[in-house]
């Protein structure tokens, strides 16, 4: 149960070797460290250095098997995260995949793959996390979006497509369970350097994964239904996205 | 009949939606119990815990405040017979003009006997007569099998109850001692005390003359100031003692409520400049000293009672109350308690000290010999986690501990240090109340 303070006792995180996610944890338990985090990922040597990095920190990790694009292990996923302790606190939804364009929108298994994970995964576990914090009356969701979703581009839009459809979702999502004291925050981050975009090019208004941490954590604690990281790139966006297209196609984005 | 909503504590920090259900007759109740799901059943009286204690998000919250009557009165011995659900208002109102007071009143009559026995409540004459629960001679309890038990000081279960934050069945009904009083009237001293040390040298020598007694601090003085204060005392006025234009309705009892307060305040009204302000206005107004004022008993116990709904002012974010208790010859860790707070400039209006006298036999109540600090703090600063906890860390140092009713941000692990008699006080729940459904976000969160 998170306290009058904002101390949490549980966070569980779906896609548990998120950069930002992590970030994003490391900063939520602040000052207090005995909190527990289960993080649900696929099984692997990055989920081993994710865990023992936040047990360094004093805190009690679980992990569990994750994986997107397996219904079966994300139901089970999130029984055994839930039935592991006490009530849960914050759930990050933060698993996902850039995937590779060029062939999502060419090539069959590639695009639907994309869009299993980003997608179909992501209202899955919204769905599933939904009847759980439900039961709860209390708790929050953190959805990991991007400014991707905001307006489709050429060089990207699958992955956007992705994004926008798991944007809408959490945002309506929001809407629907505020009234069982459930809080949903939608992150739209620009470009983070993360293993993500490991060996890409960093766009304007690059941030690190603390930095969206930061903002996430704010917007958490405020109350917020959507975050943009940095919060400039809200007025960013909105005048991209009312660019008329002859002119935003030509734009090098 | 079913109503799903979010609940607060008076704090109105953190929130959680339960169903309520208002409270039927005992019939219903015991099939609501029997009948309840994982997620548990919890009383709420009127809802003055400042934290979480009050609140059972997911599951079922019972209103008791419907079960408010009074079931009989004898003058003679004193003992009221009531429901649950009755305020102390009421009673006061009902009884004052009988002679009879309630044996201890917080600063609020706005709370049930329910809570009262669940939260052990104190007030000013804890130091001569106790806590709450020591003036409750019996008391029926259902319980999480249904069954309704009557239960007197010689049951453990009696006492697992007494400051067992509703974890171990609704107060049904209670018969209470009450005090006799010739007056609604009291008889007070007020003295300013210019630092701590002539303070706390004050109350160590003269309390036990009074029947009444507290001190509010201005908790932003500093240096030589450190712990200024007004130091109010006094007992129950006798009729003789009351000027001649109030012998005649000697007993007269009708407090009114001043103002309510808007629902909208900004956040952050309450800032160190104003609270400063306020306080230094605050201790210049009090008298150097003053003898025999005759206040009424709303003004002298329940000054905050004047404005409904005064937890407003604190804005959206809310605010919590920190109360600690640390004991005798720990005075050391009291003053380092006020510097720290002092020192980070953390805008309290006035802090309230006072002396316990001894405990109650309650596993988990909260008064036990010593100095009490209570303070409340505006939630949003961002060094206000940190340092209560290192106000946690002092408190634990020196063998105190801190109270659960206030409580909404403690550590589980804390809280077991604090309370030594927990695993006992859980031995005879668990014999109650097998599958915990009783249970509250303050269980849950404390690990209770």
């Known amino acids: 149960m998170k306290d009058a303070i904002g101390n949490v006792q549980r966070v569980v995180v779906l896609g548990g070797t998120s950069d930002i996610a992590l970030a994003t944890v490391r900063r939520l338990v602040g000052q207090r460290q005995d909190v527990q985090v289960t993080l649900a990922a696929r099984a692997g040597d990055r989920r081993v250095a994710a865990a023992s990095s936040l047990e360094a920190m004093g805190m009690k990790v679980d992990e569990v098997d994750f994986e997107a694009a397996d219904r079966t292990s994300y139901e089970h996923a999130i029984a055994s995260a839930f039935e592991a302790g006490g009530d849960v606190d914050v759930v990050i939804v933060a698993f996902g995949v850039l995937g590779d364009q060029e062939r999502a929108w060419q090539d069959l298994d590639a695009a639907l793959d994309l869009v299993q994970v980003n997608y179909t995964a992501a209202v899955a576990c919204g769905v599933l996390v939904a009847k759980r914090l439900r039961e709860q009356g209390h708790g929050a969701i953190i959805a990991m979006s991007s400014v991707a979703g905001e307006r489709p581009r050429k060089s990207n839009f699958v992955y956007g497509s992705t994004k926008a459809g798991l944007d809408a979702f959490y945002t309506g999502l929001g809407d629907a369970i505020a009234a069982d004291g459930v809080q949903v925050l939608v992150v739209r981050p620009g470009f983070v350097h993360s293993k993500m975009t490991d060996g890409l090019a960093a766009a304007p208004l690059s941030q690190t994964p603390e930095q969206v941490a930061e903002i996430i954590v704010e917007g958490l604690a405020a109350g917020r239904q959507t975050v943009w990281a940095p919060a400039k790139m809200r007025w960013v966006m909105s005048g991209l996205r009312h660019l008329p297209r002859a002119v935003f196609t030509r734009l090098p984005v | ?448």
């Open chain 2, 1 to 448: 009949m079913k109503n799903r909503r979010e609940l607060a504590g008076w704090g109105r920090t953190n929130p959680s939606v339960a169903t309520i259900h208002p409270a039927g007759d005992d019939a219903e109740l015991v099939a609501l119990v029997t009948q309840a799901d994982r997620r548990g059943v919890l009383a709420r009286g009127l809802g003055r815990s400042y934290g979480d204690a009050a609140q059972n998000g997911g599951g079922l919250v019972v209103d008791m405040t419907s079960r408010n009557r009074v079931l009989s009165v004898d003058t003679d011995t004193l003992l009221v017979g009531l429901e649950g659900g009755v305020s102390l208002d009421q009673l006061m109102r009902l009884l004052l003009p009988m002679g009879l007071f309630v044996p201890v009143s917080p600063g609020t009559r706005q709370v049930t006997v329910g809570g009262a026995i669940a939260a052990d409540i104190h007030g000013k004459n804890h130091h001569v007569d106790g806590s709450f629960g020591r003036h409750v001679v019996a008391m029926d309890l259902l319980c999480a099998d249904g069954s309704i038990r009557t239960l007197t000081p010689e049951s453990e279960l009696f006492w697992a109850t007494v400051g067992g934050m509703g974890l171990t069945g609704l107060v049904l009904r209670a018969t209470v001692r009450m005090k006799r009083v010739e007056s609604a009237y009291c008889l007070v001293d007020t003295e300013r005390c210019p630092n701590l040390d002539d303070l706390m040298q004050r109350m160590a020598e003269g309390d036990h003359r009074y029947t009444y007694s507290v001190a509010w601090i201005d908790c932003l003085a500093h240096g030589s100031s450190l712990g200024r204060s007004v130091l109010t005392r006094g007992w129950s006025a006798k009729v003789d003692q009351l000027p001649a234009r109030l012998r005649d309705h000697a007993l007269d009892f009708r407090p009114k409520q001043l103002a309510v307060a808007p629902p909208v305040f900004p956040s952050g009204l309450l800032n160190r400049a104003s609270v400063a302000a306020f306080n230094e206005a605050w201790y210049r107004k009090a008298p150097q000293e003053r003898r025999g004022e005759i206040q009424s008993i709303a003004a002298f116990f329940h000054p905050l009672d004047g404005v409904a709904q005064w937890n407003r002012i604190y804005g959206p974010k809310g605010f919590l109350q920190y109360q600690f208790v640390v004991p005798f010859g720990a005075e050391d860790t009291l003053r380092r308690c006020i510097e720290m707070l002092s020192d980070t400039g953390q805008a309290s209006f006035l802090a309230v000290l006072k002396r316990f006298g001894e405990s109650s036999p309650g596993h988990l109540s909260f008064p036990t010999p010593g100095w009490t600090l209570a303070l409340d703090v505006p939630i949003g600063a961002a060094v206000l986690g940190g340092l209560l906890d290192r106000l946690d860390e002092e408190v634990l140092a020196a063998g105190g501990r801190e109270y659960l009713a206030k409580d909404s941000r403690l550590p589980a692990s804390a809280m077991a240090r604090m309370y030594p008699r927990l695993d006992e006080w859980r031995g005879v729940r668990r014999a109650a109340d097998p599958n915990g459904v009783f249970t509250s976000d303050l269980a849950r969160r404390l690990g209770l």
